[in-house]
């Protein structure tokens, strides 16, 4: 496989569910990040990790609790949901520097019940 | 903080031709880079153009211009020849030199291309 790639597509939970979401990028890169997108909002960052090493924590509950085992594999883990959190979850990930682009993944569609 | 304003929620184009899609930002930093994305229905994110603060000649990618003006601070997107396939929501986005790899996007512009 190439590019980003994230798992599951769509997911459906409920409130006292723990899900995981994974994404993995085979472009070498050493960022990865987690995005919110909801309906009729602006992409929202959740979390950026540098070669391994948490660097942004974008003010997410604790709820969302992110996990970077490697440069490649980036986990997001989901516990005690709300209604509200139901959003299309996009991972990126880049090299470093100013002119670099953020590549995405297709994205995890959930919808907390 | 940086922030990024698109005023054009949808718009209509007919097939083939130019569309522009309007961009503009606020910042006090010196040193950044503009971008735009495309987002099909399917969900992921595609990236379309870079645009540096000190890059003195717009940027160009294909049927895709950033039609940058610095003192105006605006950063629009030029989609020539437009295609079916255009059809998508895009978003313009700044990340300043010292934010490290953090980027600011805007609400987006939902683009219909008509046949």
């Known amino acids: 496989e190439t590019g980003v790639t994230q798992t599951p597509r769509h997911l459906v939970m409920g409130m006292t569910n723990k899900k995981s979401l994974k994404c993995e990028q085979h472009?070498?890169?050493?960022?990865m990040y987690w995005y919110k997108q909801s309906a009729k909002k602006p992409l929202e960052l959740m979390f950026v990790?540098?070669?391994?090493?948490?660097?942004e924590n974008n003010s997410v509950p604790s709820r969302f609790s992110p996990e970077c085992p490697n440069s490649s594999h980036l986990f997001l883990h989901l516990h005690t949901l709300q209604p509200e959190d139901s959003a299309l979850y996009l991972c990126?990930?880049?090299?470093?520097?100013?002119?670099?682009?953020?590549?995405f993944g297709p994205g995890t569609r959930l919808t907390v019940t | 903080a940086q922030k990024i304003t698109q005023t054009q929620p949808g718009m209509f184009v007919q097939e083939k031709e130019a569309v522009t899609l309007d961009c503009t930002y606020d910042?006090?930093?010196?040193?950044?880079?503009l971008f735009w994305y495309k987002q099909p229905s399917s969900g992921e994110m595609i990236f379309l153009i870079y645009?540096?603060?000190?890059?003195?000649q717009n940027a160009t990618e294909g049927r895709y211009s950033l039609n940058f003006q610095k003192a105006r601070k605006s950063a629009n997107l030029v989609i020539s020849a437009s295609q079916l396939g255009d059809s998508a929501m895009y978003f313009c986005?700044?990340?300043?030199?010292?934010?490290?790899?953090?980027?600011?996007f805007g609400g987006g512009t939902r683009l219909m291309v008509k046949p």
């Open positions: 986005a700044m990340k300043p030199y010292n934010a490290g790899n953090m980027l600011t």
């Open positions: 910042t006090s930093d010196q040193s950044y880079g």
């Open positions: 472009l070498g890169h050493n960022a």
């Open positions: 645009q540096g603060s000190y890059d003195e």
């Open positions: 990790y540098n070669f391994k090493e948490q660097t």
């Open positions: 990126a990930s880049s090299g470093t520097g100013l002119a670099v682009e953020q590549y």
